[in-house]
């Protein structure tokens, strides 16, 4: 996709779009600047029949020849030119909707922890149909405005050229006064659209998270929501709709003016004798046609309007600042730190500092964890080692390079995450559980099943059965395992893990440590958990505390000393002992 950075003018973004499909492009244009001269031929041979029937003339065979000739040769010409118009919106079409998907992905975590989804669906939707609306119907008729103008000017010239000048000069009278009266529908078509945005994230929430909504009653407030953003965006899209049908109808009346003083110009001078009915019938027959266009041109404007708000959002959102990446080509560097924190200091954009010189290395093959109360920032640790967010200050070396040095998919590729909520992708188990288009024999991926306690669960469907529309037909703790499985079946060189098992009870806990311990065994592992118990044998622990590391060492050295993990410790055994 072509976009300049910081670059408003996002219409002339599109025009670069269009113009990559510039074969169907420009023989849209070819086609329909020759059917528009046939059709003024035709129009302008009307007249000439008329004369010719009228003064008993021998060339009417010759004249009725030409017209019905030129009716028949330009249909070929609008229908290519249909074509090609649509060939064309089409293919603009798919770039941009595969723009905004690949866009999606690559959009930093920070903009998608902080902007609704509903956004980026609205930008697939109703924004791209108005742009395909905008590239079949207004591109062609903005570019083809000229030999409208030129071709109007000119059949009407060849027939009486007082008559056309007057004629023109009122006709143009209606552009401006639309350009003037649409106006504002491009300030409402702005709230339209972003209420519009707003109404789907509620719907999808309410949909995504349906048990929840249930389970609390949230139906009336969630719909409220919605309600609301659609009221608001029915409202900006009612007070653009009476815009449109003022100024339409201003349009109207201002559009009788030229065609009237025409006509009566004409009669006047057929009186006169200067001028034949013929004539007069070829001047109505091509401005009127000419006219009626021109008519609809206030509905044309407020629709390049509405196109030019969409074409501002779809390339406004093309145009966000992406996930900062190395363009060095890394590698794991063998026989490095795995992990190399060095005094980081971050906060949440517009927010106080949730990290305070954090300094912590992770060897390889090393099993370390990370403990410490809600919010004192062991996410957000890990989404530094991940590469989501980005340090304030100090530095992160991961696999050996320096964090910003690393193309971050590379990186990725040699991490396995698995965090609280598990999460289940339309499609088969199968695909769920070989993300790296890995081969592996059916036996092999069927055992581990089986070691996980999936073998319920491959007895009913199989690897090739479907999950679901996210993961629904499943328990919280087989969602687990298997997101589990997908992790350990990626082989990656370093695993997190982000208290994988805080939403299952404690009889699915067991079960998952078993997955978990496949998962780690031989590896390097970050394990953030909030029972203590499974930490116990890591080679390290770090306690964090408000942002910052507060103690190190093995379970053992912890627990022997006063501090904050053995306050932690006591606490939750107290916890247990009274559950
Ligand atoms: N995207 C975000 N924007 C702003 N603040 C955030 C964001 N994510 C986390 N925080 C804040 O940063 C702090 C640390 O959060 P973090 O998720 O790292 O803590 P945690 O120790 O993992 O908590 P928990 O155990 O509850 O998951 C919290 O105060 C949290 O509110």
Redesign the pocket.
Known sequence: MTFRKGNPSYVSCLMKDVLKSWPWYFTSIVATIVYLLMDFYMRKMIGTVADDIIYQKESFMMSFVLLLGSTFLASPFHGISTYTKGRMSEEVLLKLRLAIGKKTTKLSM?YL??HDSGEIISHLGSELDTLNGFTYYGLSMVTTLFVQLIGVTGFMLAVDPEITIVFILLSLLVLPFSILLTKQVRRNEKVYRSQLAKSQQRAKEGINFITLVKAFRLEKMISNQYEKALHQATDAAIKNEKTVAYVAAAGKAIGFIPLTVMIALGVFRIFEGTLTQGELLSLVAIGGGFFSWLQGTPDTVAYLRKAQVACERVYGFLDLPEEENGTETKRHQKDSCMVKIDDVHFA??G?KE?LYGISMEISEGESVALV??????????I?LICGFITPDSGSVEVMGNPIEDWNKEAMRRNIAFVG?ESHLFPGTLRENLLTNHMNIEDEKLMALCKRAGLEALLGERGLDGSVGEAGFQFSGGEKQRITILRALLKDADLILL??PTSALDAVSEESIQECLRMLTKGKTSLT?A?RMATIKNADRIYV?HQ?RIVQCGSHDELFKQEGQYRKMLKLQELKERVI
Not at 372 to 381: N, R, T, V
């Open positions: 920070p922890e902080t949440y954009p927010e949730v410490g109360a809600s919010g004192s920032g062991k996410s957000s640790i989404k609280q982000d208290e953030i909030h964090l942002g």
